[in-house]
Nanobody
Framework: QVQLVESGGGLVQAGGSLRLSCADS????????MGWFRQAPGKEREFVAL????????NYADSLKGRFTISRDNAKNTVYLQMNSLKPEDTAVYYC?????????????????WGQGTQVTVSS
């Protein structure tokens, strides 16, 4: 069983940085590719980043490349999202998710487990 808990969200000024963490309390974290998604009020959940089981493959939403970095530490059962140069339009609830597809995926329905989300608010 995978149980994901996000942390690290908060309020930050535009141009600032945050690092989100997502920890799995189960024992199968290293068997799953991991992804980050976000959902702003009134909008659909959108793909942010993914990382493969091994960590060798990553992928990002085109609009976020160069500002966001995903990484994982399988020894700590944790995936991270480093967010730099934040903009007000990055304001959303951020979710981590686990996928049984080893290389990861960009669509929400390809993920089996989800965290509860953490709020990120970027002020102008």
């Amino acid at each position: 069983q995978v149980q994901l808990v996000e942390s690290g969200g908060g309020l930050v000024q535009a141009g600032g940085s945050l690092r989100l963490s997502c920890a799995d309390s189960g024992r199968t974290f290293s068997s799953y590719a991991m992804g980050w998604f976000r959902q702003a009020p009134g909008k659909e959940r959108e793909f942010v980043a993914l990382i493969s089981v091994s960590g060798a493959r990553t992928n990002y939403a085109d609009s976020l490349k160069g500002r966001f970095t995903i990484s994982r530490d399988n020894a700590k059962n944790t995936v991270y999202l480093q967010m730099n140069s934040l903009k007000p339009e990055d304001t959303a609830v951020y979710y981590c998710a686990a996928s049984g597809l080893p290389l990861g995926a960009t669509r929400p329905y390809e993920y089996n487990y989800w965290g509860q989300g953490t709020q990120v608010t970027v002020s102008s």
